[in-house]
């Protein structure tokens, strides 16, 4: 293994993140969570996207108007109409009523809706906590006590390179593991959806294809 694949990922707060988040932090054992940068519009910091019968569905949590863009992280509200969290369980259950590790998980799921927390920052980590404990899988969380600004030693710094714009051969250690999805039969396999695309169609397998989704040397992603 070589060295650069003892860097430590630093990332950004996600909402249900997707696999490259977590096999990310999977592979290392250790992830850090960038808390002192600002917000980002479409990112994975309030959004998701799952998989459902036309394809690739772009889930987002609500925010609290106002001008979020450019606000410190830890600041960012969730909207306060909790509908919304019925909106979200309802657009989850459509899509995946009928996977095979549905009916396990769906009580955690939707237990987790609505939120507790009125800051989206700290609603994402109770999400992450959780669904660590979903995937049964293991690794430290670290939260970031300054700004840590570009470039940033000893860390893979990772926090801009992962979003629903990004390309996946921007990061040439992840390689998604394919699995059995819904409705792959029409759009075959949808990479990098959110996790719970992957605990819910793999279950117990979640871990083993995380792990697989990382290539230590990096690769070269064909065009």
């Not at 519009?41 to 998989?51: C, F």
């Not at 030693?153 to 390309?167: I, N, Q, S, W």
């Not at 996946?168 to 949808?190: C, I, M, N, T, W």
Request: with cysteine; charged share 15%; net charge positive.
């Amino acid at each position: 293994m070589s060295a650069q694949a003892t860097l430590v990922p630093l990332l950004a707060t996600a909402w249900l993140p997707p696999v490259q988040w977590w096999a990310h932090a999977l592979a290392a054992g250790q992830v850090w969570i960038e808390q002192h940068e600002h917000y980002l519009k479409r990112t994975w910091r309030n959004r998701t996207h799952l998989a459902g019968p036309n394809g690739r569905i772009a889930l987002s949590l609500p925010l609290k108007k106002g001008k979020n863009e450019q606000m410190p992280i830890r600041q960012v509200r969730l909207a306060a109409d909790a509908a919304w969290a019925r909106r979200v369980w309802k657009t989850i259950h459509s899509a995946y009523g009928r996977a095979p590790w549905f009916a396990h998980f769906a009580d955690e799921v939707v237990q987790l809706l609505p939120p507790k927390e009125p800051y989206l920052f700290d609603y994402n980590l109770r999400w992450i906590n959780v669904l660590k404990q979903m995937l049964q899988v293991s690794f430290d969380i670290h939260l970031t006590t300054q700004w840590m600004a570009p470039p940033v030693t000893g860390f893979r710094d990772l926090r801009y390179a992962m979003g629903p714009k990004v390309p996946l051969s921007a990061d040439a250690h992840f390689v998604p593991k394919p699995y059995p999805q819904l409705f792959q039969e029409r759009y075959g396999f949808l990479p990098n959806l959110s996790v719970l695309d992957l605990l819910f169609c793999a279950g117990p397998e979640a871990g083993r294809i995380l792990r697989a989704s990382i290539h230590p040397n990096g690769v070269q992603h064909l065009p």
